[in-house]
């Protein structure tokens, strides 16, 4: 098995990682920086990682050059790709008149308009050869709503959308589309949270620390969810839990989300 994962030096990308080498894929880390222990490969073709170690391909999600030569990489040394997991992202958020349009348009680049410039990067691949996967990491709040994050909101579920979109565009293909959908876990994904509204962040960065779950977790949950073939993963119990609230009990789901925006806005503004 061919792996592309993006943000794989830290992380539930390094989980991801590691948990596709553990079966013996061949993988191509596409990150900003390495981990500490893998040196850059670029574009040099001898390049052939061992069973135990990835490969390193700097890309930044937002670069259709960079990911061009991510397809040239994987065309160069594997003659193709089974798996494209879109797992880089940023965490951000803040209250309608507190967030600027500047956070807004920041997350949006990274945390959506990555993940279409990466799928749109490999689909005359995947059709060409018949067969591929393509894994996007959403997140929870694309499917549950919560007050303070709506630019965060709005992208993972714009994530959610276009992962469905992909996997009935590219079915005839015998592509499939899956979206990952975690609740909190811990990650080191909140230190670099950006936004002006600090009351916001204060909760999330709580809410991380504390989560009873970690990245390598998460990974694990979701390659068994891949080999079950679902579209949409929920791989953990908070996760499966506040979803099914939602769509089973909307009123009650409403009242608890309005109860913990009243209070954020109990906090004030920063």
């Known amino acids: ?20 080498l553990a079966r013996g894929a061949q993988v191509l880390n596409c990150d900003l920086k390495p981990p ?37 990489w994987t065309d160069a040394h594997w003659g193709g790709l089974d798996v494209l997991f879109n797992n880089a992202g940023v965490a951000g958020g803040g209250r309608l008149d507190v967030a600027t349009m500047d956070e807004w348009e920041w997350i949006t680049a990274i945390n959506l308009f990555g993940v279409v410039r990466g799928t749109r990067a490999f689909v005359p691949m995947f059709k060409r050869q018949g ?12 499917l549950v709503h919560p007050a303070g994050m709506a630019s965060y909101n709005a992208v ?14 590219l079915a005839e293909y015998g592509v499939t589309a899956h979206a990952v959908c975690p609740s909190y876990f811990r990650t080191g994904l909140v230190d670099a949270m950006q936004g002006s509204d600090e ?18 977790d998460i990974a694990a949950a979701v390659l068994e969810a891949l080999d079950r ?5 929920l791989p953990d119990d908070a996760a499966r839990a506040a979803y099914e609230l939602k769509v089973t009990d909307r009123a009650a789901y409403d009242e608890v989300m309005r109860k913990q925006a009243a209070r954020l806005n109990a906090m004030g503004t920063t």
Do not use: C
């Open 1 to 20: 098995m061919r792996v592309l994962v993006t943000g794989g030096s830290s992380g539930l990308g390094a989980a991801l990682v590691q948990a596709y």
């Open 36 to 72: 500490p222990v893998v040196e850059e490969v670029a574009q040099q073709p001898s390049r052939n990682p061992g069973a135990d170690s990835a490969a390193f391909l700097r890309l930044d999600v937002r670069s259709d050059d960079d990911w061009a030569a991510a397809v040239a």
């Open 131 to 142: 067969s591929g996967q393509v894994v996007n990491v959403a997140s929870l709040a694309g």
């Open 156 to 169: 993972k579920a714009a994530v959610v959308a276009f992962t469905e979109t992909v996997g009935h565009e």
């Open 199 to 216: 009351a916001v962040g204060a909760v999330i960065g709580a809410l991380v620390t504390n989560a009873p779950l970690g990245p390598d």
């Open 229 to 233: 073939g679902e579209e949409l993963i």
